[in-house]
């Protein structure tokens, strides 16, 4: 298990930015892929992002592909969501998510689930 925190979310209007960070304590950091999902009112979580472990592997949603950026700095056991281009659809709760795989799409593949941070953008 790894414990992760959530923060950045904001309110933004549309066509803005917002940067996402997640931070891991717990076991080895670098030994998980991260992945990012969101969660709309009235909808299932959804995938938007993974990030293998070594960093060499990035996969994106279609609906935020080329919009959305994911990395992470092993150093200091963090992984960051660049959000470019936001439109209102985008909002949703953000949630950070930890995966012994290699890397996922599949939300049943994510042992570990911070608590979410808001993002709402408006027209």
């Known amino acids: 298990q790894v414990q992760l925190v959530e923060t950045g979310g904001g309110l933004v209007q549309a066509g803005g930015s917002l940067r996402l960070s997640c931070a891991a304590s717990g076991r080895t950091f670098s030994s998980f892929a991260m992945g990012w999902f969101r969660q709309a009112p009235g909808k299932e979580r959804e995938f938007a992002a993974v990030?293998?472990?070594?960093?060499?592997?990035?996969l994106y949603a279609d609906s935020v592909k080329g919009r959305f950026t994911i990395s992470r700095d092993n150093a200091i056991n963090t992984v960051y969501l660049q959000m470019n281009g936001l439109k209102p659809e985008d909002t949703a709760l953000y949630y950070c998510a930890a995966t012994i795989s290699y890397s996922s799409t599949r939300r049943a593949d994510f042992g570990s689930w911070g608590q979410g941070t808001q993002v709402t953008v408006s027209s």
């Open positions: 990030i293998s472990r070594d960093r060499s592997t990035t």
